[in-house]
């Protein structure tokens, strides 16, 4: 049922160049696959509900080249139970980068940024807020609690795929919290 939401809509992007075919490459592919650890593998910790937007997330840094592996949690629940295992040091592996949405079931995503800064393991680990929310006051307040950049989902397929650049540039600078006064989009 997904796929075939996801095929039709693709359908009416087609006119951009091959990214249709990606995103559907991307969740066609074979779980196992894409679990196969090599070196230069970033490791891209994704917590988000929506299969849609996960499966755009995985296009946008495929499009740019990055070799990934995905975690994915559904919820901040399960988010949050992820970094107390990691800080267990349950065997896990440690993010290089986490896609954080806002919107989360069962517990907020400024939840799960909280508890990400409270991780002895994981505390800097740069977090990428990825979210419909255009509001100041989200921006203030993921800003305060030390996310990296704030990305805001578009409704444009072809913006949706800067992601993959953005997600570059966190991971080459090296700096996991941005600023405090403001967060760039």
């Known amino acids: 049922m997904f796929l075939s939401r996801l ?8 006119t951009i160049d091959g990214v249709g075919d990606l995103v559907m490459t991307v969740a066609n592919e074979d779980p196992d696959t894409r679990r196969i650890h090599t070196p ?6 994704l917590v988000e509900d929506s299969e849609a937007d996960e499966l755009l997330m995985r ?11 995905f975690h994915v949690s559904e919820d901040g629940e399960k988010a949050i139970e992820f ?3 990691i800080d ?27 508890r990400i800064r409270m991780s002895p393991e ?6 990428v807020i990825v979210t419909s929310s255009d509001s100041p006051k989200d921006k203030s307040q993921v800003s305060r609690l030390g996310a990296t950049r704030y990305f805001q989902k578009p409704l444009d397929l072809m913006e949706f795929m800067k992601l993959g650049p953005l ?3 966190v991971v080459s600078s090296g700096n996991p919290a941005a600023p405090a006064a403001s967060l760039p989009n």
């Not at 230069?40 to 910790?45: D, Y």
């Open 122 to 127: 994981c505390a800097r680990v740069p977090v």
């Open 88 to 114: 267990r040091g349950e065997p896990r592996p440690r993010p290089h980068v986490v896609l954080l949405d806002l919107n989360l079931p069962r517990k907020g995503g400024t939840r799960v940024l909280e």
């Open 167 to 169: 997600v570059r540039e």
């Open 59 to 69: 296009a946008a840094l495929k499009m740019d080249g990055l070799n990934c592996e």
């Open 7 to 14: 095929a039709k809509w693709l359908d009416k992007c087609s």
């Open 83 to 85: 970094i107390e295992a």
């Open 40 to 45: 230069g593998t970033l490791e891209v910790w």
